[in-house]
């Protein structure tokens, strides 16, 4: 049974994978045993699922930020005129 034992290395791993894809049984089942008895490694499990959150948070708004952003077409009609002339394009 010493394959259900993880020290608190293998658990940080274990849970920055398991947010990636499925971990098997033994696996899950050692991590929950562990974090049951190690605060450390629970607080570290509850720090990257709000870190996850956050982040997820932060790309849906400013995905909506983007799409509220609307240029009308003369506005960017001029914009790239000046890039051109600043670039020396035309």
């Not at 008895?37 to 959150?53: H, V």
């Not at 799409?67 to 000046?82: D, H, T, Y």
Request: hydrophobic content about 40%.
């Amino acid at each position: 049974m010493n394959h259900w034992i993880f020290n608190c290395k293998a658990v940080t791993r274990m849970v920055s994978e398991s947010m990636d894809r499925k971990l098997p049984f033994y696996q899950r089942m050692g991590i929950r045993m562990h974090l049951l008895m190690c605060k450390l490694c629970s607080r570290y499990r509850r720090q990257l699922l709000f870190l996850r959150e956050t982040i997820r948070l932060q790309a849906a708004s400013s995905e909506d930020i983007e799409s509220a952003i609307v240029l009308p077409p003369g506005a960017r009609e001029r914009i790239k005129r000046s890039i051109r002339n600043a670039l020396n394009l035309k």
